[in-house]
C-alpha cells in the first residue's frame, strides 16, 4: 500500500469488485474491531481514541452491505495508514502478551456458522487467512491500473 496513490485506491473496477482504497480499509478497520475488540473484549481504536479519524470517511456496515459501502467510502491514504500502525502495534502488543493457554481458550463462532474455535485457530484462519486473501485482491486491483502487485 505504500506507493498507492489515491486515485489508485478509489479507483472503480468493472464488475462488482470494490476499489482496492476501501479493502485496504476493510483490513484495517475489521483487525481493529475484530483483535482489539471482540477478541481482546475492549472497544476498538475506531469507537474510542480514533473514532472519527480513521482515514475511512466511514466505518463499515455489519452485515451484507459490505460491497455497498466499499464503493462509496473515501479513503484518505495517509491518515488510514497512520491508523494502520496503531492498530498493528496494538494487536502487536496483546499477542505478545498471549500464553499457549490463551491460544487454546475457545471462542464461540457459532453466530458465524464455525462453531467453537481455539483463539489459536482464529487468528491463524480469521485474522491471518482473512489478510491473505485480501492481500490478493489488493495485489490484483494494483495491477489492472499498470502498478505492482505482489513483490517479484
Same mark, same amino acid.
Given at each position: &500500500?505504500?506507493?498507492?496513490?489515491?486515485?489508485?485506491?478509489?479507483?472503480?473496477?468493472? $464488475?462488482?469488485?470494490?476499489?482496492?482504497?476501501?479493502?485496504?480499509?476493510?483490513?484495517?478497520?475489521?483487525? #481493529?474491531?475484530? =483483535?482489539?475488540? &471482540? +477478541?481482546? $473484549?475492549?472497544?476498538?481504536?475506531? /469507537?474510542?481514541?480514533?473514532?472519527?479519524?480513521? $482515514?475511512? *470517511?466511514?466505518?463499515?456496515?455489519?452485515?451484507?452491505?459490505?460491497?455497498?459501502?466499499?464503493?462509496?467510502?473515501?479513503? #484518505? +491514504?495517509? =491518515?488510514?495508514?497512520?491508523?494502520?500502525?496503531? =492498530?498493528?502495534?496494538? *494487536? #502487536?502488543?496483546?499477542? /505478545? *502478551?498471549?500464553?499457549?493457554?490463551?491460544?487454546?481458550?475457545?471462542? #464461540?463462532?457459532?453466530?458465524?456458522?464455525?462453531?467453537?474455535? *481455539?483463539?489459536?485457530?482464529?487468528?491463524?484462519?480469521?485474522?491471518? $487467512?482473512? =489478510?491473505?486473501?485480501?492481500?490478493?485482491?489488493?495485489?490484483? +486491483?494494483?495491477? +489492472?491500473?499498470?502498478?505492482?502487485?505482489?513483490?517479484?
Amino acid at each position: &500500500m505504500a506507493d498507492v496513490t489515491a486515485d489508485e485506491a478509489h479507483w472503480l473496477p468493472q $464488475g462488482n469488485a470494490n476499489p482496492l482504497g476501501a479493502t485496504y480499509a476493510h483490513l484495517v478497520l475489521g483487525e #481493529d474491531g475484530f =483483535v482489539n475488540g &471482540m +477478541l481482546q $473484549g475492549t472497544a476498538p481504536l475506531f /469507537a474510542t481514541t480514533w473514532a472519527g479519524r480513521t $482515514g475511512a *470517511s466511514e466505518v463499515p456496515p455489519e452485515g451484507p452491505a459490505w460491497d455497498q459501502w466499499g464503493r462509496q467510502v473515501r479513503i #484518505d +491514504l495517509p =491518515v488510514l495508514r497512520e491508523y494502520a500502525q496503531v =492498530v498493528y502495534a496494538a *494487536s #502487536d502488543q496483546w499477542l /505478545a *502478551s498471549l500464553s499457549v493457554e490463551d491460544m487454546n481458550r475457545t471462542i #464461540d463462532l457459532s453466530p458465524a456458522g464455525l462453531g467453537q474455535q *481455539s483463539l489459536g485457530w482464529v487468528l491463524g484462519a480469521g485474522v491471518v $487467512g482473512h =489478510v491473505q486473501a485480501h492481500w490478493g485482491e489488493i495485489c490484483c +486491483l494494483k495491477g +489492472l491500473q499498470g502498478g505492482r502487485g505482489y513483490p517479484v
